[in-house]
């Protein structure tokens, strides 16, 4: 499988409770925190639901 590198961008402040666990379950804590997982349907199905909060790039 393809790895894809994450980054928060945007504060989860203000957000629903919602997103806030989306971003926490990709393993981001931060603003420029950066993780880097596998590209499979469920993480990048999470991706689509904050792509307004993260900056994604394939690796």
Known sequence: MAK???TQIKSTIDRSERQKRT????GL???NHTV???ATPS????VR???HL???EQV
Do not use: D, P, S, T
């Open 54 to 56: 993260v900056a994604i």
């Open 36 to 38: 880097e997982v596998e």
């Open 29 to 31: 804590r931060k603003i």
């Open 4 to 6: 894809i590198r994450i």
């Open 49 to 51: 639901k904050v792509n």
């Open 23 to 26: 971003i926490q379950a990709l």
């Open 43 to 46: 993480i990048i199905g999470m």
